[in-house]
């Protein structure tokens, strides 16, 4: 069964730190990996996508690595503001799950709250 | 830019009463997905439609219905509604130029079944 797991469940940082969140799945066949912020009552909005060929993608102060032979990924998030508090939600794809279904197996995502 | 609107944002419904979420989007994308958000729980696919006229179950279609008469509406239908209902409901579209663009969300419809 295709599974997306991710820690920590919660993190509580200060604002200015850095923080690296951690996403591992076990998607089979794979074909990305995205990584979606989602603010309180907002819907995800999306951050980055990796393919297989691609370690590490930025976004400004958003980082994503990917190690595809281990199945793990990790967010890092530079010089937090307060605008980071959000749940952040790791997506992998599977391979081949053509017309439009898209294959994707959701994290539970990670609740992080940036403290003043 | 609207996006992805859906409406309402919020609703309250008894057991057994109907009701249809509503979802439009304005970017001319095909593809357009409906999830539901458990709390605590990751996202799960519900319907999908490729294009105008077509939709494909998902993960958890019992208790749903969608329709798709045009590229910018997906509607979906709550029929019967029941407890286990109770949830966000996150309407999504694509682009279908390829499978890796990523999906543009609503803002959710939260949903209570008393």
């Known amino acids: 069964k295709n599974q997306v797991e991710q820690s920590p469940q919660s993190l509580i940082i200060l604002e200015g730190k850095n923080c690296t969140l951690q996403?591992?799945?076990?998607?089979?066949?794979?074909?990305?990996l995205r990584w979606y912020k989602q603010d309180t009552g907002r819907g995800p909005v999306s951050l980055t996508i990796?393919?297989?060929?691609?370690n590490t993608k930025s976004n400004g102060r958003y980082t994503a690595t990917l190690d595809a032979d281990t199945k793990q990924s990790s967010l890092h998030i530079t010089a937090s503001q307060l605008s980071d508090s959000a749940s952040y939600i790791c997506v992998v794809s599977a391979l081949g799950r053509g017309g439009g279904a898209d294959g994707l197996t959701f994290g539970k995502g990670t609740h992080l709250i940036i403290q003043p | 830019n609207a996006g992805v609107t859906q409406t309402p944002k919020f609703r309250i419904l008894k057991i057994g009463q109907s009701m249809t979420l509503q979802c439009t989007q304005d970017m001319n994308h095909n593809y357009m997905y409906w999830y539901r958000q458990d709390p605590g729980m990751g996202l799960k696919l519900i319907y999908y439609s490729v294009g105008a006229g077509i939709t494909d179950k998902g993960e958890v279609p019992n208790g749903y219905n969608v329709s798709r008469s045009t590229t910018e509406d997906f509607p979906l239908r709550l029929e019967l509604a029941a407890p286990s209902q109770t949830s966000v409901y996150f309407c999504?579209?694509?682009?279908?130029?390829?499978?890796?663009?990523?999906?543009?969300f609503g803002d959710g419809t939260r949903l209570s079944i008393l």
């Open positions: 996403c591992n799945y076990t998607v089979s066949p794979f074909s990305n």
């Open positions: 990796m393919t297989f060929s691609e």
């Open positions: 999504a579209s694509r682009s279908d130029r390829a499978s890796n663009q990523p999906q543009h």
